[in-house]
């Protein structure tokens, strides 16, 4: 199969801006071009569907809804923690990431949605659930990825490996 269009197992890298609601969340724009592995989850499902195919310098708008982005907000998604399962000495506030182990000891980001002397409320949505997500992207290169980098299923960049 020829190799000069965005498919699973290539490394894509791409220049980017993600805009919601009118505003500009992220762009590559400071860090320089994004890469990732075709196939492997490592970018929103929405978005690497409407990528494949594209050639290098090809460019395209991207509007993924909540469903293939960071999901339906759900409003079940909240959890009363007592303020004593925190450390004292900690100062909450509204808004604030934490990551918390559940009974799998999976780890999982949650946010601070309000807070009292008793009670803590967490939410864990995403802060983008609900979000529609408009991407545009272009892709500037693409290469093979490394034995390595195909084991573990994500790219390693220069002088970083996890
Ligand atoms: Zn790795």
Redesign the pocket.
Known sequence: MSKDSVQDGLVVSMEYKLIVDGELLDSSDGAGPLQFLVGYGNVIAGLEKEMMGMKIGDSKDVVVQPEDGYGEFDDDAFMDVPRTEFPADMELEEGMELHVTDEDGEHQAAYVAKFDDKTVQLDFNHPLAGAELHFSVKVVALRDPTE??L????V?EEGH??
Do not use: C, K
């Open positions: 390595e980098e084991d573990h299923g994500h390693h490996h996890h």
